[in-house]
């Protein structure tokens, strides 16, 4: 998959000591590279097991960050397949 090699290039660090919850740390990350098309319309968000080995955050976290992304109206999970950037065309 293209996206995820991409994606597997740039790191996600968490800042575990500032004062920004770590979930919206995350959600202001995959926020920035869907806007920059880094994940393109169409696109797969990482996985939440990529998401849990790459930030070390709870699966909880992960979930709360993209549920913030989803609710923005950024992405839709898709049950059982992940969740995807919406086509906004």
Same mark, same amino acid.
Request: charged share 20%; hydrophobic share 45%; net charge neutral.
């Given at each position: 998959m293209l996206g995820m090699a991409t994606l597997a290039d740039m $790191?996600?660090? @968490?800042?575990? !000591?500032?004062? /920004? $919850?770590?979930? !919206?740390? !995350?959600?202001? @990350?995959?926020r920035a590279r869907v806007e920059s098309g880094d994940i393109p319309p169409g696109g797969a968000l990482p996985s939440i097991t990529f998401l849990v080995q790459e930030t070390g955050l709870a699966v909880g976290t992960i979930r709360?960050? @993209?549920?913030?992304? #989803?609710? /923005? %109206? !950024?992405?839709?999970? =898709?049950?059982? &397949? %992940? #969740?995807? =950037? @919406?086509? &906004?065309?």
């Open positions: $790191p996600i660090k @968490i800042d575990m !000591l500032s004062p /920004e $919850p770590s979930y !919206l740390q !995350l959600a202001a @990350i995959l709360k960050a @993209i549920k913030v992304l #989803s609710d /923005e %109206g !950024l992405v839709v999970t =898709v049950p059982g &397949r %992940g #969740s995807f =950037v @919406i086509n &906004r065309d």
